[in-house]
């Protein structure tokens, strides 16, 4: 195929005909397209299921249908009615199945049976689920500690299975957590409990509807969160400014098309998603937060002289904030050439956005993977942190901190104790209620379970969902450890790489899916999950279960947990058989979640509470505080300048409109204007013409390190792009084999996935193909 059969731009809003068209496509192309439309009318109703794909929450007043095109995906892509069973696995050797694209192993359709492979024929085999838990214990127990064994999650699991899982590896003498959170919010978590006390966002839905100005930072709510346009189109209309900030022109940022508004679609109106768009470069948003302050301050100096009202809201700043006076030494000790130089805008576009930000009584900050996959993300999410508190932003209607989770449930995830560094009152109160010796010592992350693995010192890897061979970075290197392992475990609905990947002994542990109907001893259970708003819900599974062979992950993990302790702590099969007494454990010992049972009742769920947004401030001062830190010198590393090697361009790594993380529903992007190919770098004209290429050339790319590997991705197209300059763009995960293992962020191992400093090459070898079609 030539190029322009693949590039060719998109000038419609986002959502609208577009999303129908492809929510359909994807219901007939599911092989069970009337049993999905019945499941997407349940998705996110009462008594329904929470709908798999994004962690957005719902307005509470909402009538509507909540679902919308990427959710329509992740619901219809969990439904397929093909299987990859023991036949399937007979007619294709492991080495085989290596060479397909992530895309075709997804595409299979659903694991049906427990499997184990065989190292002798390298092929999976049915195996029994006792059998397969059986295996599984006499590994761990072979351990000589139970720290050489990694217990990662996705943030998919329910807050019932994630719970069980952190009881069941504490219980076996471990805090190796490593989740995919580690890779995602962990630099809002640390960032915000150490300036306001608590780790999650201070809004609300409600929220949103009442601010005067919405900053979205980092974010393609388009494609990631597409329930977000709503709220943000609602707001433009009312005059509320929406104050986008992001290096590429997204689409849903820019105009939204409403698929529940006959209206809008029939007559193929859409309405716009912003006030302004502010276009920084890679990594450059603190520096870009650190001018809007620099610029208030100089105002409050200003009025103060002039003897007029002040900027700040002195009255907030004292009585619940801590460190001002050091914070404004440091704004006035950063140069504005240096705060132009790193956020790649001038100062126009500053003083323009501090004056926006002015404008406001009541401003949201909202953020995602474009500010915390960088080395300095915490900083820069306590600059967001320090801007907000100076006008009292935090802690009123209306106004707040919003970091936009990924995952579904990876919120609920970590309330439920997923954490590789368990705070004391957690651990405390497991040791009371199960009276057992608790691990107390730092678990590994995920880089650390790399690095644990490639050393040598784990031996098992257990997954509770997700695809970490491929989520990762350093690919290469990641896969390398793994096979290093004794034990490979998943727990999975969909085969992928990580699965082939695998250990001398591997398993495949096929469980239920959440839109399926979840059926123990005592009847037919549901699962919580939190949303990002900290709202707790009830999901019900409407659907018959792809296999009889299946079993739901609280069943899973108890049958693995039994097998390995016995009835130690708890009595295992006893608790799955009713879900509820899995949530009465869950009351006793995770703060915010007392009478769960009961409070589920209540439509929609309930809220967990947010000390910050009532203006209590959990920290060790008892007040928020704000956090000076120095502005980078440099955001290339220094020890790869050190090596006289410049890079030709940064890159960022981020997703397309047809994937959920490492799940490609399809090999589409149709917001960028990219069809059947996902191995593109985008890249502006100037640059490409720079680096003397041509739009259209391939190209390796390489990227830099301070280590002797040589990290390389080959036979990319280049596609000219409205990117500022300096800058690349790639889908995730073709190019994580370039992000390397020990470039990450400060406090947080978060891999520095937004920000790799890359060489190109001619390419060796121009004859690929597209990513096959399944
Ligand atoms: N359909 C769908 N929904 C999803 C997911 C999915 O893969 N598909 N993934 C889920 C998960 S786990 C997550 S974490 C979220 C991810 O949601 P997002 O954070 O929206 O995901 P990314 O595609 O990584 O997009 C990051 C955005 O940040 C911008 N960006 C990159 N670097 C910078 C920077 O330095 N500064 C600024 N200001 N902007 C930058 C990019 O241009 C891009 O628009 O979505 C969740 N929802
Ligand atoms: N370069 C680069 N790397 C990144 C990112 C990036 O932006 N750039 N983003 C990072 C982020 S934000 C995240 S969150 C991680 C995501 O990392 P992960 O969460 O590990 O990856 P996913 O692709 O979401 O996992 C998909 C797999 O989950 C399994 N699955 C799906 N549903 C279920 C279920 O209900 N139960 C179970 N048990 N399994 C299920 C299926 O087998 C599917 O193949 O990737 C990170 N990696
Ligand atoms: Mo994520």
């Given at each position: 195929m030539s190029n322009d059969e693949h590039i060719k731009g998109y000038s419609g809003a986002a959502a609208g005909w577009g999303a129908l068209k492809s929510v359909t496509r994807s219901w007939l192309g599911s092989d069970n397209a009337v049993k999905n439309i019945r499941a997407m009318l349940k998705t996110n109703q009462d008594h329904g299921f929470d709908c798999p794909g994004c962690a957005w929450g719902e307005s509470p007043e909402s009538g509507l249908v909540k679902f919308c095109e990427n959710g329509a995906k992740a619901v219809n892509w969990e439904s397929s009615g093909r299987s990859v069973d023991p036949d399937f696995f007979a007619r294709h050797p492991v080495a085989e199945l290596l060479k397909q694209t992530d895309y075709w192993l997804e595409y299979q359709g659903r694991l049906s049976h427990p499997m184990r492979y065989d190292a002798s024929t390298d092929h999976y085999v049915e195996t029994t689920w006792a059998d397969a838990f059986a295996l599984v214990a006499r590994h761990l127990q072979d351990?000589?500690?139970?720290?050489q064994a990694e217990f990662y999650t996705s943030g998919r699991a329910s807050n019932e299975a994630a719970y069980l899982y952190q009881l069941f590896v504490r219980a076996f003498g471990t805090n190796n957590f490593p989740d995919c959170s580690n890779m995602c919010h962990e630099a809002s978590g640390i960032g915000m409990a150490d300036s306001i006390?608590?780790?999650?966002?201070?809004?609300?839905?409600d929220d949103l509807e009442h601010a005067d100005a919405i900053f979205v930072i980092g974010?393609?709510?388009?494609?990631?969160?597409?329930?977000m346009l709503e709220p943000l189109r609602e707001a433009v209309q009312r005059g509320a400014q929406v104050i986008c900030i992001n290096p590429l022109k997204e689409r849903g940022l820019e105009r939204f098309q409403h698929p529940q508004h006959p209206l809008e679609m029939l007559s193929n109106g859409s309405k716009p998603t912003n006030t302004a768009y502010f276009r920084p470069a890679l990594g450059g948003d603190m520096a870009l937060m650190r001018g809007i302050a620099k610029y208030l301050l100089a105002w409050e100096r200003e009025a103060a002289a002039k003897g007029?009202?002040?900027?700040?809201d002195h009255a907030f700043i004292a009585a619940h904030t801590t460190g001002l006076d050091t914070y404004l030494v440091s704004l006035d000790a950063t140069s504005w050439e240096h705060i132009v130089e790193q956020s790649g805008l001038g100062l126009e576009d500053i003083e323009l956005a501090a004056r926006m930000y002015r404008r406001a009584e009541r401003v949201v900050m909202c953020w995602a993977m474009g500010i915390t996959q960088h080395r300095h993300s915490v900083a820069t999410v306590q600059e967001i942190i320090n801007l907000q508190l100076l006008r009292g932003?935090?802690?009123?209607?209306?106004a707040g901190l919003s970091p936009?989770?990924?995952?579904?449930?990876v919120q609920g995830d970590r309330s439920m104790?997923?954490?590789?560094?368990?705070?004391a009152e957690l651990l405390d109160a497991l040791a009371r209620r199960f009276c057992f010796e608790v691990p107390r010592g730092h678990g590994h992350n995920t880089v650390q379970a790399i690095q644990a693995m490639e050393a040598g010192r784990s031996r098992v890897f257990l997954g509770l969902g997700g695809n970490f061979a491929q989520a990762t970075p350093d690919t290469e290197r990641t896969h390398a450890a793994l096979r290093r392992c004794e034990l490979t475990v998943h727990i999975a609905t969909k085969l992928n790489r990580s699965h082939l990947v695998t250990g001398r002994d591997a398993l495949i542990l096929p469980c239920l899916g959440r839109t399926e109907i979840d059926r123990q001893a005592e009847g037919p259970q549901g699962v919580t999950v939190e949303d990002t708003f900290s709202m707790v819900h009830i999901s019900h599974g409407q659907l018959k279960?792809?296999?009889?062979?299946l079993r739901s992950e609280p069943a899973i993990i108890a049958g693995i947990a039994e097998a390995t302790?016995?009835?130690?702590?708890?009595d295992w099969s006893w608790l799955i058989a009713d879900y509820g007494r899995i949530r009465e454990l869950i009351a006793d010992t995770i703060?915010?979640?007392?009478n769960f049972n009961a409070r589920l009742e209540q439509p929609g769920g309930f809220h967990l509470g947010n000390a910050a947004a009532e203006r209590v401030w959990h920290t060790d001062s008892g007040k928020a505080r704000f956090r000076a830190h120095e502005l980078?010198?440099?955001?290339?590393?220094a020890s790869v300048l050190a090596r006289g090697e410049t890079p030709d361009l940064i890159l960022q790594t981020m997703r397309s409109h047809d994937q959920y993380n490492t799940t490609l529903?399809?090999?589409?992007d149709r917001y960028r204007g990219v069809?059947?190919?996902?191995q593109v770098l985008f890249v502006n004209e100037a640059d490409i013409r720079r680096l003397g290429f041509e739009p259209g050339d391939r190209v390796d790319i390489v990227s830099l390190w301070d280590d002797e590997r040589r990290r390389r991705v080959t036979n990319f197209v280049l596609v000219a792009y409205?990117?500022?300059?300096g800058q690349a763009a790639a889908y995730y995960p073709e190019t994580n084999?370039?992000?390397?293992?020990?470039s990450y962020g400060d406090?947080?191992?978060?891999?520095?996935s937004k920000f790799i400093a890359i060489v190109l090459e001619?390419?060796?070898?121009?004859n690929i193909l597209p990513a096959k079609q399944a």
């Open positions: 351990l000589e500690s139970p720290d006390g608590v780790s999650k966002g201070t809004v609300v839905f974010q393609n709510p388009g494609t990631n969160h597409p329930r007029e009202p002040p900027v700040f932003n935090v802690g009123k209607p209306g936009v989770r990924g995952h579904s449930n104790g997923i954490d590789e560094r368990p705070p279960p792809h296999s009889s062979h302790l016995g009835d130690r702590p708890v703060p915010g979640f007392e980078p010198d440099e955001l290339v590393n529903y399809g090999l589409d069809f059947g190919l996902r409205d990117l500022p300059p084999p370039l992000v390397p293992l020990d406090q947080t191992f978060t891999p520095t001619k390419a060796k070898k121009t």
